[in-house]
């Protein structure tokens, strides 16, 4: 990695965590709670985890240069995995009792 690369990269990874201490972090938390209280993903919701998935892959050669942030990745990588397992298991089961999904 040259000294420019090294440059660019520390400039994006503080407004990538800047981006993600204000926005995405305070979002995903509010999206635990939802299903965590039982509540299903709305299109809004979908709309937020697809861009999300979306910036990790785009990102990935960023963050294969700086494995000293894989921590955080696994942590919110879990985050979102039981995000999704939880609202797939709210939605079956507001569909097997005919519940209208929150």
Do not use: C
Request: hydrophobic letters at 40%; aromatic letters at 6%.
């Amino acid at each position: 990695m040259t000294d420019q690369t090294a440059r660019d990269d520390t400039g994006l990874i503080v407004t990538l965590l800047e981006r993600l201490r204000k926005q995405r972090l305070p979002r995903v938390l509010d999206l635990k709670a939802k299903v965590d209280a039982g509540g299903t993903l709305d299109s809004f919701d979908f709309d937020f985890l697809h861009e999300v998935f979306a910036d990790a892959n785009r990102l990935r050669p960023l963050w294969e240069r700086h494995p000293e942030f894989n921590d955080i990745a696994g942590q919110l990588i879990r985050i979102y995995r039981e995000i999704t397992e939880r609202a797939l298991a709210n939605e079956t089961g507001a569909n097997e009792t005919g519940a209208t999904p929150t």
